[in-house]
């Protein structure tokens, strides 16, 4: 029996990647076959992404483009999206698409079925795992709470066992996402408990474990001992401050201020000698100015901070930012950007620069005869830059490294050559 083939077009975060992955597991492979690429499809799913108007704006420009290009396949119209609108408007405005689905789950569409795992990874050797879906948080900017729901945490068994499972069949990184992490368990425990979830986690055998999105609200001295104890669990700290402004802050509902980021980030320093900081910035929110981002300068310069994303205020309707003045001019929002953007691409070249003559253990991602390129532990994937180095190796190995030059984005260095140990 011929089966179906089915591609999956997958945009925005990492989150909506786990999303595409667990929907590999559900499929009955006696029925289905997944392909990687449209022209191969039968059947065409596109995971779309609702944060902000920009990546509305994409979703459907990708899909439409797809069914115009393929006009016999079957396109499901997925994702955030759909989820975020409703399936009836989406279906009113876009009849031109087979199947609309709101968020991820599609039992209606394909039969469910527990696949293989192998089959579910996209990323070898690392893997993105969700811990939980939805947030608690209300940010007077984000819409995710709205058509997310409350936090939904994954327990911490089955957040083994799937890492266990990755393990097995070669990922050496595991990154943890969802949309507030140091709120997972607050749902189940009545309270934040990140910190037994990194217990749990010691029954892994996973090389590296990468957290993702955790608030300095959550960053205590208890949870950074359970993440040292750990053992696998990486010194690697993305914190999404958003601004280094009281005033913004506060508009923002983000639930802390500049001091109680100073202090998550000295606590850090006080359990990790040796750590790499990653945050992203908001620029362009209503009512900021020029002093609100001189202030979110000099949080990022005070606070040491490694990597930093900067992006622009996008103003959606659904949000209750949209009701906030003044209004910041786009130009003006352009122009902060790229003033933050100078700031972080320095951090960032000092952060590299400290690397160099330093020896790490590198995950390797790809290689081709005597090169080869991977990551160091401070290089999260697509976000952190990379290393090239010399020296034959093979994808999904750990292999110890020197760094003996830079250039922007890059580190760049060799294999360290094991010297023989002689008997006599």
């Known amino acids: 029996m011929k089966r179906t083939k089915i591609y999956v077009e997958t945009l925005g975060c990492p989150k909506n990647l786990v999303r595409t992955q667990d929907f590999y597991r559900q ?43 393929y006009p016999d396949r079957v396109l499901v119209f997925a994702g955030c999206v759909p989820l975020r609108f409703g399936t009836e408007l989406v279906q009113s405005e876009l009849p031109e698409f087979d199947y609309v689905i709101p968020g991820f789950n599609m039992p209606s569409v394909f039969s469910e079925y527990q696949g293989p795992l192998q089959t579910s990874v996209l990323t070898y050797p690392y893997a993105y795992v969700s811990i939980a879906e939805g947030c608690n948080g209300r940010c007077s900017y984000c819409t995710i709470p709205k058509f997310w729901g409350s936090l939904k945490s994954r327990p911490a068994a089955e957040i083994v066992d799937e890492i266990n499972e990755l393990y097995e ?147 959606e309707e659904e949000a209750d930012s949209h009701k906030l003045v003044p209004k910041v001019d786009p130009e003006i929002i352009n122009t902060r950007k790229t003033a933050t953007e100078a700031v972080a691409l320095e951090l960032h070249r000092l952060w590299e620069e400290k690397c160099v003559g330093k020896t790490y253990q590198c995950l390797v991602e790809a290689s081709s005869g005597s090169e080869f390129i991977g990551r160091i532990w401070g290089q999260a994937p697509e976000i952190d830059g990379m290393f090239l180095g010399k020296g034959e190796v093979e994808p999904g190995e750990m292999v110890e490294i020197v760094v003996e030059k830079t250039k922007p984005g890059q580190l760049i260095g060799r294999k360290k050559v094991q010297k023989a140990t002689s008997n006599t």
């Open 27 to 69: 499929l009955d492979y006696s029925n289905y076959e997944v392909v990687y690429s449209p022209e191969e499809a039968d059947v065409i799913v596109v995971n779309t992404c609702g944060f902000i108007a920009d990546a509305v704006e994409e979703s459907l420009t990708v899909a439409l483009q797809l069914k115009e290009e």
């Open 169 to 315: 069949i070669g990922i050496r990184e595991v990154i943890l996402v969802s949309q507030d992490t140091g709120a997972w368990g607050t749902d189940l425990y009545g309270r934040p408990s990140l910190e037994l979830l990194l217990r749990a986690l010691r029954d892994t055998q996973i090389p590296w474990i990468r957290l993702m999105y955790v608030n300095p609200t959550f960053i205590t001295e208890k949870l950074l001992l359970a993440w040292k104890d750990t053992g696998r669990v990486l010194p690697y700290f993305d914190i999404p401050v958003q601004s280094g402004s009281d005033k913004v802050l506060r508009q923002m509902r983000r639930g802390y201020d500049r001091n109680q980021i100073l202090q998550a980030l000295k606590l850090i320093d006080g359990v990790f000698a040796e750590n790499t900081k990653r945050t992203s910035i908001m620029v362009g929110f209503p009512g900021e100015t020029e002093d609100d981002v001189q202030a979110t300068l000099d949080l990022l310069i005070q606070g040491e901070f490694h990597h930093v994303g900067v992006f622009g205020y996008c103003d």
